[in-house]
């Protein structure tokens, strides 16, 4: 069998139709380089080059070897390329799950997509405990959830904190209103996402209705703010969203702010398994360049400032 060494010298000695020539690109001696293509023909059993004491010409087995031999030598570089991408954390896939309503999640993708052009990315739309579950059973590699990892094998730092405002529809009586107290929305139609299915989020506003005596009428519980919106516009009820969702800006939906308490604020955390801290450099680029970003646009949209563990690694 032939060794790429071999190919590499057949290639330049082709090209430069020179032995001389041909060495002193290969930094050695032309003995050496003679004898490579000696055993490339042998290895073969087809003569590729006529020698004479002035020239050096392709036979007709060799004109139908060189492209191959140079398609080999090309892909031969770029697996070593793609080796060499993967050790450094560059290349790779990494599967990325996300709760519903996670707006960080394209500013995410967006910035890896730029900083690592060689990862793939899988995106996987999973409520925080079903992530937390993936993440453990390594169907995941990193997931953004709406609390901290809790289990000891997983690590997680926060990358988004943010009020939440109220949407209604533009008929509402409370449209009228430029700040809305907590207590406006007793009684009101409210539309809501689904209790678990997106983490915290229901648990986290029914808590802060409690405390301050409100009861609304939940009217729908649904899973995509998306489809939260599309209620709110046709008239269904309101809703309490996160601040970064009022960018859907859909037609005959008004957004206003709302006096909560301060512990009813949204939250997005980054988790991934401990182990893969070291052994996944994939999943470590992905990361670092997640929380870079995160730490980016604190000042400006409500990222937590100093992305921090939610327990120290072991």
């Known amino acids: 069998m032939f060794q790429l060494t071999q190919i590499r010298c057949f290639v330049v000695v082709a090209n430069e139709l020179h032995f001389g020539r041909a060495a002193v690109r290969l930094h050695m001696t032309q003995p050496p380089l003679s004898r490579q293509i000696q055993q490339l023909e042998a ?26 031999a140079e398609y080999l030598l090309q892909v031969s570089q770029s697996a070593a390329s793609v080796a060499r991408n993967a050790a450094q954390g560059e290349a790779g896939t990494v599967a990325l ?11 995410m993708v967006a910035a890896a997509n730029a900083q690592l052009p060689g990862l793939n990315i899988v995106l996987r739309d999973l409520s925080t405990t079903e992530q937390f579950e993936a993440l453990r059973s390594g169907r995941l590699d990193v997931g953004i959830t709406r609390t901290p990892a809790d289990h000891t094998d997983l690590r997680s730092a926060s990358v988004l904190r943010e009020p939440f405002v109220a949407a209604l529809p533009a008929s509402h009586p409370l449209a009228a209103k430029r700040r809305l107290a907590i207590t406006d929305l007793h009684r009101q139609d409210l539309i809501t996402y689904e209790p678990g299915q997106s983490g915290s989020m229901y648990e986290l506003l029914s808590a802060a209705f409690h405390a301050a005596g409100v009861a609304p009428r939940y009217v ?63 999943v470590e680029r992905f990361r670092d360049v997640v929380l870079a970003e995160a730490a980016r646009v604190a000042p400006s949209e409500g990222a937590a400032p100093r992305p921090a563990r939610s327990r120290p690694p072991r």
């Open 220 to 282: 729908q519980h649904v899973r995509q703010t998306y489809s939260l919106m599309g209620l709110v516009a046709n008239g269904i009820g309101m809703a309490l969203i996160q601040e970064s969702a009022a960018r859907l800006r859909m037609p005959g939906v008004v957004v206003r702010a709302v006096a909560l308490p301060a512990t009813a604020v949204s939250e997005l955390h980054l988790a991934w398994r401990a182990a893969d801290a070291s052994a996944n450099p994939a």
């Open 97 to 107: 799950g996300y709760v519903p309503g996670a707006s960080f999640m394209p500013r």
């Open 43 to 68: 290895a073969l059993g087809v003569l590729l080059l006529e020698r004479t004491q002035r020239n050096v010409r392709l036979t007709p087995a060799g004109q139908a070897f060189l492209p191959e």
